[in-house]
Every structure is written in C-alpha cells, then in structure tokens.
C-alpha cells in the first residue's frame, strides 16, 4: 500500500505576525498602515486599502497632509479609519517635537530647522515655530504660534514675544516652513524678521535668528549676515 502525501498550505503572514516576528523597520509602508487601519473592506485586504490610500495621496507625505475628512472620504475608509490613519501621523509628529525637551541646548540652525521639518513634513500651510531659550540657549519650549495658508503664516509679534515673556525667555529662534519646498524669502519674510528684532530689543528678548525651511535646504538670517549671531 503507498503511502499518501500531502502538502500542507504554508502559513499566512500578515502585517501583525510579521511586525512580531520582524519588527517594524522590516515593513513596508503599506503593510504599517494596514495595521492602523486593522480591517479592510469586501474584497480589499487592509495592506491593499493601504496600498490604494498611498497611491491616491502620493505617498506618506501626502496622507500626513491629508485632512481627515478627505481620507474619510475615499471608498471603504470612512470616518473611524480616517481618524486612526489622522491620530497615527499626530503621534509621530508629537514625537519628534517631544525630543526637545525643557534644558535641550541649540547649537546650530540645522538642528531647528531638521525640527522644523520634521514637524511640518507633508503640511499644505505654512506654521511660524519659536523655541523659546534661557540665558545658556537651552530650551524651555518649543511653540506653534502660527498657521497660516499654502504661502503664507501671518505671524504677530505679540505671539512670539507674549509666551517668550511668560516664561522668563531671554532669547528665541523662530522658524516656519515653506511647503512649495523653496527655501527663498519671500519679501514679507524678510519684513517680519525686521519687526520681531526690533520688537525683541524693546522687551529685552533677544531674536537669534529666523530660519525658512524648504524641502531640504533652509535658509538662516543670521548665517547669511542679517543680523548678528553673538
């Protein structure tokens, strides 16, 4: 009698046993999404509805930028995946800003600016940033005061100086992004920097520099001379 063979289906490797078994750098980002999302829909796995999302919104920066209610939008996603996909880029962005905590020093334009990146990496509008410092230029926080449109961040010295002023600041960089990805000032970047120097100098909080960051270039006032680093 011959003795019957048979070949057993190999296991089934989804995104959640291979973040166990691999670890997440492993993943792709379709497979990461997936997690977030948890479900799919009828006839549409949750790596492929990750897949489809990503596609549609030209990748990771795209989605990040994406309102909620636009991902909410597209078929199948609706409103509490949407929120997850929302909340996941929320955290990452809050991470990166959490690394500067209270008594980091500054060193450098770079290291705000890469912040600043960072943060506003895949945002359609324009945010003003001030790292507010103490006397050693370490940090005491870090601050959003301004979010404006796709070239603009209207920013008032009275919400950079009035947080700087509350919390004993003696000094501050301030920063925004630009999300056409050109690191140029603009002519109004340029007059704003002048009205928050003088401003700072009648208060007694010190501007150290105004950083515009691009797609991967930024631009410092004060390493281009504008105005005295020391």
């Given at each position: 009698m011959q003795e019957s063979t048979s070949i057993l289906p190999e296991p089934f490797y989804g995104p959640r046993e291979r973040i166990q078994q691999l670890g997440e750098p492993r993943l792709s980002d379709a497979e990461c999404l997936a997690l977030v999302l948890r479900t799919g829909a009828p006839g549409e796995p949750a790596e492929q509805l990750g897949q489809r999302l990503l596609r549609r919104f030209g990748g990771l920066p795209g989605l990040a930028a994406a309102s909620v209610r636009e991902v909410a939008n597209e078929p199948a996603v609706g409103?509490?995946?949407?929120?997850?996909?929302?909340?996941?880029?929320?955290?990452?962005?809050?991470?990166?800003?959490?690394?500067?905590?209270?008594?980091?020093?500054?060193?450098n334009g770079t290291e705000v600016a890469r912040l600043v990146r960072d943060s506003a990496r895949g945002s359609r509008r324009e945010g003003f940033f001030v790292v507010l410092l103490d006397v050693r230029h370490r940090v005491l926080s870090l601050q959003v005061v301004s979010l404006g449109s796709l070239d603009s961040a209207p920013v008032h010295p009275r919400e950079v100086f009035s947080p700087a002023i509350r919390d004993g600041a003696v000094a501050v960089v301030v920063a925004h992004n630009h999300p056409s990805g050109d690191s140029k000032p603009s002519a109004e970047d340029r007059v704003v920097t002048d009205r928050l120097r003088q401003v700072g100098e009648l208060v007694g909080i010190r501007l150290l520099d105004h950083l515009v960051v691009g797609a991967d270039r930024f631009y410092s006032f004060a390493e281009e001379g504008y105005f005295p680093i020391a």
């Open positions: 409103l509490v995946r949407a929120a997850a996909v929302g909340a996941a880029f929320g955290l990452a962005r809050r991470l990166v800003e959490a690394a500067w905590k209270p008594g980091t020093m500054v060193r």
